[in-house]
């Protein structure tokens, strides 16, 4: 722990601080009387849908107070106190849901009815390492942006419409804080670590898949089209791993390049194979 850290003001992740800051909103602030426009089957369906959004808040919550303390080790003093407003949004994303599910008088799944669930959150937080987390993170709030806006678009007037506006807000600013504390390590990122990041990226897109399958009923009696969002996501990671540098093309270039070296090195050495 720092007593006295330097919070330089030109520091991105300290602005997503005060942005966060600013942004807090309540659930008593948010119009609970907008209808819901569903019926008695589709709100049954709606419940099983969003099950895997509401765990996913919760899981976030419990995972960002597990790595502050990785924070603060690491004495990255704004990134601790950006933490701490991503944990207050997912607590109230997860209160939000949760008066959902009693409006509609509706409970989520059970882990045991989709056990997919429970595999995704443990891959997830398989990882102690903050940078892990955070990749992992930003995977889920691309997901989450891509499953409240399909939900803004298709009932814009009604309540959980509304809803996911305010959320996708928050989840804006929970990947610029993963993708700027990324982007500062990508330079010195060994490519083992890149490997690693690649291959959590592979495991919870195979999870999702399952998960949809599972859900696929109930995603259609509400007029959910999971297979749409999944484009839309994979294209979504694949612009985000690009920009931070992360992709395979990138590490084959680098490996051809220290290659390239290596051959001149050992040609200079006099060095021959066998």
Same mark, same amino acid.
């Given at each position: 722990?720092?007593?006295?850290?330097?919070?330089?003001?030109?520091?991105?992740?300290?602005?997503?601080?005060?942005?966060?800051?600013?942004?807090?909103?309540?659930?008593?602030?948010?119009?609970?009387?907008?209808?819901?426009?569903?019926?008695?089957?589709?709100?049954?369906?709606?419940?099983?849908?969003?099950?895997?959004?509401?765990?996913?808040?919760?899981?976030?919550?419990?995972?960002?107070?597990?790595?502050?303390?990785?924070? %603060?080790?690491?004495?990255?003093?704004?990134?601790?106190?950006?933490?701490?407003?991503?944990?207050?949004?997912?607590?109230?994303?997860? @209160?939000?849901?949760?008066?959902?599910?009693?409006?509609?008088?509706?409970?989520?799944?059970?882990? /045991?009815?989709? $056990?997919?669930?429970? $595999?995704?959150?443990?891959?997830?937080?398989?990882?102690?390492?903050?940078?892990?987390?955070?990749?992992?993170?930003?995977?889920?709030?691309?997901?989450?942006?891509?499953?409240?806006?399909?939900?803004?678009?298709?009932?814009?007037?009604?309540?959980?419409?509304?809803?996911?506006?305010?959320?996708?807000?928050? @989840?804006?600013?929970?990947?610029?804080?993963?993708?700027?504390?990324? &982007? $500062?390590?990508? +330079?010195?990122?060994?490519?083992?670590?890149? +490997?690693?990041?690649?291959?959590?990226?592979?495991?919870?897109?195979?999870?999702?898949?399952?998960?949809?399958?599972?859900?696929?009923?109930?995603?259609?009696?509400?007029?959910?089209? &999971?297979?749409?969002?999944?484009?839309?996501?994979?294209?979504?990671?694949? /612009?985000?791993?690009? %920009?931070?540098?992360? @992709?395979?093309?990138? /590490?084959?270039? %680098?490996?051809?390049?220290?290659?390239?070296?290596?051959?001149?090195?050992?040609?200079?050495?006099?060095?021959?194979?066998?």
């Amino acid at each position: 722990m720092q007593i006295y850290p330097d919070l330089a003001p030109d520091d991105p992740i300290l602005s997503l601080f005060q942005k966060g800051v600013k942004g807090q909103w309540a659930a008593d602030e948010f119009d609970w009387t907008l209808p819901t426009k569903f019926d008695a089957s589709e709100a049954t369906s709606f419940a099983r849908v969003l099950t895997p959004v509401y765990l996913g808040e919760q899981t976030a919550m419990l995972g960002a107070s597990t790595v502050l303390a990785h924070f %603060a080790a690491a004495k990255e003093t704004s990134a601790q106190l950006y933490i701490t407003t991503f944990m207050l949004d997912e607590a109230r994303h997860f @209160e939000m849901l949760t008066r959902v599910y009693k409006l509609l008088d509706r409970r989520p799944l059970e882990l /045991r009815e989709l $056990r997919e669930m429970f $595999r995704y959150h443990h891959r997830l937080l398989k990882s102690k390492h903050r940078l892990d987390w955070l990749f992992g993170i930003l995977i889920s709030d691309l997901f989450a942006k891509n499953f409240y806006g399909m939900f803004r678009k298709l009932f814009p007037d009604t309540l959980f419409g509304k809803l996911s506006v305010r959320i996708i807000g928050d @989840e804006a600013r929970h990947q610029a804080f993963a993708e700027h504390y990324i &982007g $500062r390590q990508v +330079d010195e990122m060994p490519y083992e670590t890149r +490997d690693r990041l690649l291959e959590m990226r592979d495991d919870l897109l195979v999870i999702m898949h399952q998960m949809l399958a599972s859900l696929s009923n109930d995603a259609y009696n509400v007029g959910f089209d &999971g297979y749409a969002l999944m484009q839309e996501l994979e294209e979504d990671i694949r /612009r985000k791993i690009h %920009a931070l540098g992360l @992709e395979p093309e990138a /590490r084959a270039e %680098a490996l051809e390049t220290l290659e390239g070296e290596e051959a001149v090195w050992r040609n200079e050495m006099g060095i021959t194979e066998g």
